[in-house]
Nanobody, 119 residues
Framework: QVRLVESGGGLVQAGGSLRLSCAAS?????MGWFRQAPGKEREFVAV????????LYADSVKGRFTISRDNAKNMVYLQMNSLKPEDTAVYYC???????????????WGQGTQVTVTS
């Protein structure tokens, strides 16, 4: 079991940037970010392998968001640029047991951090 704690969410205007952080209590090969908007299902955002050399992004965030990690500190980050109102959601980091975008591939979740983008 790995404990995950997200931070860095907040209120930002469209076009702005935020950097989310996820502190893990232990190491994990696969780490991902998901988000859930009000009234919608939780959806995949990005995932990284251990080295950070292999990443995968949802089409909706590709080119705007970047996932990175500092394994020495057990940290995972999500740099979000050119934010849009439709990016408004609670963002969760998660530990993956298998590579991929399916929620079922992830077994440990943080409590989430709210990101609100105003137009």
């Amino acid at each position: 079991q790995v404990r995950l704690v997200e931070s860095g969410g907040g209120l930002v205007q469209a076009g702005g940037s935020l950097r989310l952080s996820c502190a893990a209590s232990g190491q994990s090969t696969i780490m991902g970010w998901f988000r859930q908007a009000p009234g919608k299902e939780r959806e995949f955002v990005a995932v990284s392998n251990w080295s950070g050399m292999i990443t995968l992004y949802a089409d909706s965030v590709k080119g705007r968001f970047t996932i990175s990690r500092d394994n020495a500190k057990n940290m995972v980050y999500l740099q979000m640029n050119s934010l849009k109102p439709e990016d408004t959601a609670v963002y969760y980091c998660a530990r993956g047991t298998r590579w991929g975008v399916a929620i079922a591939n992830y077994d440990n979740w943080g409590q989430g951090t709210q990101v609100t983008v105003t137009s």
